[in-house]
């Protein structure tokens, strides 16, 4: 029976290198860890911090709520707090055999699900806002193109 190879040690990053790979600044990288939503995996002998694969993918998420989705830090770290806290119960979940404590869990658990909803929502609903804003502009551009249309002395009043 051969023994398996061992696991090749993870390679960290410094936050330049994840900087570069993820598209954010070292400065964003370094603010995001002030206000809680990320923290290095390591730091080097000489205090830099070090990054692992999970940090890069976290960067990702969050670069991807606040650029494509729209999302402050705040409803950001909202949403990173509820998902940590899920895999958190989800962990105590299987441990515990105690139907008291499950349920505690679980009802934690919907509490937070309905509040992402709500937060989720409520973008939609910003964004359904927005949508109608544009659209009532561009009906009335629309408006006035076909007035110039029907009218072509209508064109040098204006």
Not at 5 to 25: C, D, K, M, N, Y
Not at 44 to 59: I, P, T
């Amino acid at each position: 029976m051969t023994a398996e190879p061992a696991a090749a040690p993870e390679r960290l990053l410094r936050i330049q290198e994840v900087a570069g790979e993820v598209g954010l600044t070292t400065r964003s990288i370094r603010y995001y860890e002030e206000i809680g939503l990320l923290e290095p995996a390591a730091r080097s002998e000489g205090a830099y911090r070090l990054y692992d694969a999970d940090d890069v993918e976290r960067l990702r998420f969050i670069k991807g709520l606040r650029d494509d989705a729209g999302f402050s830090l705040g409803e950001i770290g909202r949403l990173l707090e509820d998902e940590v806290a899920r895999q958190r119960n989800r962990e105590r979940f299987r441990s515990t055999s105690d139907a008291a404590e499950r349920r505690a869990m679980l009802v934690d658990a919907i509490e937070r699900i309905d509040r992402q909803v709500d937060t989720l929502r409520a973008k939609i609903g910003r964004l359904e806002a927005m949508i109608a804003e544009s659209s009532a502009r561009r009906a009335h551009l629309v408006e006035h193109r076909a007035e110039l249309d029907a009218d072509p002395a209508a064109r040098h009043r204006r």
